[in-house]
């Protein structure tokens, strides 16, 4: 049995202590300090702490100068440890920005909601669970990501929130270009070029105002498509495969064509219908079936769902008889 996750919560309002730990319920260990200085004695003396939530305005050492001092620790575990900020409605965006440059994992807006919290302490302590190293590595790489993209996170945490309150479904969509070490071997980043302006164009067609989609990596999208059933997310991932596979390139005289791997995952799952994942756990949900999609030769969509583990384990990709659930 895995020991609980455990969670610093750092705050001078004790009722905004008691709420958090209350959100996070019995599958975390939380340990509470009313300032940053006190927190700041925590982190020290406990090694097992593994994500910290700090409010932007305390007495004594303020989260902002206690991020500063936990980014620039020589303790490795002190440094590295995921900080989500509590901010205010009163924080301006510069300062959410000065705090994002010093190091803050993520932000987190008073008043805030359980799924808010999950979210977060999910996102953010994934790669404390166990895990094959494979699986530890994908994990890390997405979560990595996420931290550097802000926006999709706060978009994703958004979605999977909106769905949950109003008993809806998001689905939430990795999408690759196929082979692309080897188009950039043979035709150089020029190509990725061309591709990328063609697959935003799809995507800007094809996606609704309430949907999202934003470049995770070289010619990498992550997708997030709000009150979205997996099915419906996998007629829109088959049109695009199609748009795309339709287009020629021409470069350097040469006609040259591309196709796109695409993982999807859902909010859906008859067996966990009341309990939601955090959006980074759909992430890496998405980034799995992305990788399967990968191994195939004609790339099919690839929807991550409870028999996915399965289906890696037992089957070959290679085999033409092999079947990936997609809705």
């Known amino acids: 049995m895995n020991s609980k996750i ?16 209350k959100y996070l319920g019995d599958n975390y260990d939380c340990i509470e300090a009313s300032n940053g200085e006190l927190g700041w004695e925590v982190l020290l003396k406990d090694a097992s702490i593994s994500l910290v939530f700090a409010d932007m305005h305390m007495p004594v050492l303020n ?5 500063k001092r936990i980014r620039e620790s020589e303790v490795e575990r002190i440094s590295n440890i995921p900080v989500i900020i509590i901010t205010g409605r009163e924080d301006s965006s510069v300062a959410k920005r000065a705090s994002y ?17 999950l979210c977060c302490a999910g996102s953010y302590t994934w790669q404390d669970n166990e895990n094959t190293p494979i699986e530890s590595d994908i994990a890390q790489d997405v979560l990595n990501g996420l931290r550097d993209n802000p926006m999709l996170s706060e978009f994703g945490n958004k979605a999977i929130f909106f769905a949950e309150r109003q008993q809806m479904h998001a689905s939430v969509m990795y999408i690759q270009v196929a082979d692309m070490d080897l188009l950039i071997e043979r035709h150089g980043m020029k190509l ?24 995770v990596g070289i010619g ?13 997310a996998n007629i829109l991932a088959t049109r695009l495969q199609q748009a795309i596979s339709g287009v020629s390139f021409e470069l350097s005289g040469q006609a040259i064509q591309i196709n796109l791997a695409i993982g999807i995952t859902s909010t859906e799952s008859p067996e966990k219908a009341a309990q939601f994942l955090t959006f980074g756990e759909y992430c890496i949900q998405a980034q799995h ?4 999609s990968l191994e195939y030769r004609n790339n099919r969509v690839v929807r991550f769902d409870e028999t996915y583990e399965k289906i890696v384990k037992s089957e070959s990709p290679e085999s033409p008889d092999t079947e990936v659930k997609v809705g």
């Open 220 to 232: 990498k999208y992550a997708v997030v498509l709000q009150a979205t059933s997996a099915f419906k």
């Open 101 to 117: 440059n010093i190091g803050a994992t993520d932000f987190i807006s008073k008043p805030f909601v359980r799924s808010d919290i």
């Open 192 to 215: 990725m070029e061309h591709a990328a302006d063609t697959i935003n164009a799809c995507l800007n067609e094809s996606l609704r105002k309430e949907e999202v989609a934003t470049p």
């Open 6 to 21: 455990k969670v610093l919560i750092i705050d001078d309002s004790a009722t905004t202590r008691a709420l958090i730990r």
């Open 289 to 292: 079936a992305l990788n399967m």
């Open 63 to 67: 989260g902002m100068l206690l991020l």
